[in-house]
T-cell receptor, first 118, second 110 residues
Framework: GDSVTQMEGPVTLSEEAFLTINCTYT??????LFWYVQYPGEGLQLLLK?????DKGSNKGFEATYRKETTSFHLEKGSVQVSDSAVYFC?????????????????FGKGTHLIIQP | NAGVTQTPKFQVLKTGQSMTLQCAQD?????MYWYRQDPGMGLRLIYY???????DKGEVPNGYNVSRLNKREFSLRLESAAPSQTSVYFC?????????FGPGTRLTVT
């Protein structure tokens, strides 16, 4: 079945440091890939996504490139801020031609807790 | 446009008590989901509803029931709460690939 593996934290960085959170996946089809962010006490919010190989998703200074050859979707940011402290989830959707919901909708990694120190 | 709303935000139950977690979305989405989030486990799917009037089991359905009351509302019921059901519960709805999450219900069963 589908699975997502991401580095577990906590990951602790100083403000303005470079961030990489690794994510690799296994899937039977051609999945769409996502990064979600969860701030303390809140639900998950979509951060960025990529729907096909070599696509780059970007938002709020974060980027991730869909690498089919390495089955990876690593999250990067050039200069992190204290406000980026949160839990980050990598996820995939493996529903070719799908137009509604289902149990195969999203497979999540276990989340990476990021702590940015001033 | 409130997105996905959940009630209550916090709840403490004694073992054996029952309760219903409420979820509603105002985005006219067909599909809705219930997840639980536990430390080190990520999100695990409990039940989902692909459309009004249909529901199906996810990865961890035991001890739960759901009702898709109409297109907007999808409730999760614990008939006899157990300490193992202590968790944070999230409801979500989906638009194509993107899922929209509610703020969560933090449930403690003592």
């Amino acid at each position: 079945g589908d699975s997502v593996t991401q580095m577990e934290g906590p990951v602790t960085l100083s403000e303005e440091a470079f961030l990489t959170i690794n994510c690799t996946y296994t899937a039977t089809g051609y999945p769409s890939l996502f990064w979600y962010v969860q701030y303390p006490g809140e639900g998950l919010q979509l951060l960025l996504k990529a729907t096909k190989a070599d696509d780059k998703g970007s938002n709020k200074g974060f980027e991730a490139t869909y690498r089919k050859e390495t089955t990876s979707f690593h999250l990067e940011k050039g200069s992190v801020q204290v406000s980026d402290s949160a839990v980050y989830f990598c996820a995939l959707s493996d529903r070719v031609g799908y137009s509604g919901g289902g149990a195969d909708g999203l497979t999540f990694g276990k989340g990476t807790h990021l702590i940015i120190q001033p | 446009n409130a997105g996905v709303t959940q009630t209550p935000k916090f709840q403490v139950l004694k073992t054996g008590q029952s309760m219903t977690l409420q979820c509603a979305q105002d985005m006219n989405h067909n599909s809705m989901y219930w997840y639980r989030q536990d430390p080190g486990m990520g999100l695990r799917l409990i039940y989902y509803s692909a459309s009004e009037g249909t529901t199906d089991k996810g990865e961890v359905p035991n001890g739960y029931n759901v009702s898709r009351l109409n297109k907007r509302e999808f409730s999760l019921r614990l008939e006899s709460a157990a300490p193992s059901q202590t968790s944070v519960y999230f409801c979500a709805s989906i638009d194509e690939d993107e899922q929209y999450f509610g703020p969560g219900t933090r449930l403690t069963v003592t």
